[in-house]
Nanobody, 127 residues
């Protein structure tokens, strides 16, 4: 069974940095793209960033471009989201997800393209 376990969330001041991680098991990690999504209270879940299976392509929400970086370590079955210059509006529960397609060339932002999800990690940005 596929499991995705996020870690690294917490409380950080505005302008600060945080790196969250997601470790996968139960599937050949290196063959699947990964995505990060977030959901703030009272809002819909939204796409944050994605990386394809090889790491050759990434994709970001416009509002995080230049601040967030997604990366992966296939040897460790882990995907990371480095978040810099954090803003109050980045406060949310962050979820990682695994692409349902093997070796998809693109880094998809569409939730329907992901079939496994982690339990989420809370990121809170304070003023």
């Amino acid at each position: 069974q596929v499991q995705l376990v996020e870690s690294g969330g917490g409380l950080v001041q505005a302008g600060g940095s945080l790196r969250i991680s997601c470790q996968a098991s139960g599937r050949t990690f290196s063959r699947y793209g990964m995505g990060w999504f977030r959901q703030a209270p009272g809002k819909k879940r939204e796409f944050v960033g994605a990386i394809n299976w090889s790491g050759s392509m990434t994709n970001y929400l416009d509002s995080v471009k230049g601040r967030f970086t997604i990366s992966r370590d296939n040897a460790e079955n882990t995907v990371y989201l480095q978040m810099n210059s954090l803003k109050l509006e980045d406060t949310a529960v962050y979820y990682c997800a695994m692409d349902r397609a093997v070796n998809r060339r693109t880094a998809t932002a569409d939730t329907v393209d992901y079939d496994y999800w982690g339990q989420g990690t809370q990121v809170t940005v304070s003023s």
